[in-house]
């Protein structure tokens, strides 16, 4: 959640383990937790065990990723049907994706 200009927090395992992804916040944290709660498919609610200003996301079991960034909208703008340049790369073959400088 750091990439999206959130605070990193505490991670940890949940005393159970529930099939649901759910967001719980603290008062004052309302807006956060909407933006957050989005990502995940899900509705956050307010959280008595919460602390004041904060986030809790617990990932159920059935937790298969966060929506995109990013719109999924095809690209329309300069560069948008350029052609592939180079080899392509398979990351888990090639042993992670190269970086270029």
Same mark, same amino acid.
């Given at each position: ?17 529930? $099939?649901? *992804? @759910? &967001?719980? %916040?603290? $008062?004052? +944290? $309302? ?6 709660? +989005?990502? %995940?498919? &899900? #509705?956050?609610?307010?959280? /008595?065990? /919460? +602390? ?5 996301? #617990?990932? =159920? #079991?059935?937790?298969?990723?966060? +929506? ?7 690209? *329309?703008?300069?560069? @948008? ?6 080899? @392509? ?6 042993? =992670?994706?190269?970086? &270029?400088?």
């Amino acid at each position: 959640m750091v990439g999206p200009g959130f605070e990193e927090g505490r991670t940890g395992s949940a005393a159970t383990r529930p $099939k649901a *992804t @759910t &967001v719980g %916040y603290g $008062k004052g +944290a $309302k807006d956060a937790a909407d933006r957050i709660a +989005a990502r %995940y498919g &899900v #509705t956050a609610t307010e959280s /008595a065990s /919460a +602390a004041a200003g904060l986030v809790v996301v #617990t990932l =159920g #079991t059935a937790f298969t990723g966060v +929506a995109p960034d990013r719109p999924t909208v095809a690209p *329309t703008g300069p560069g @948008t049907n350029v052609a592939q340049q180079g080899p @392509t790369v398979d990351a888990q073959a090639d042993g =992670g994706i190269p970086c &270029v400088f």
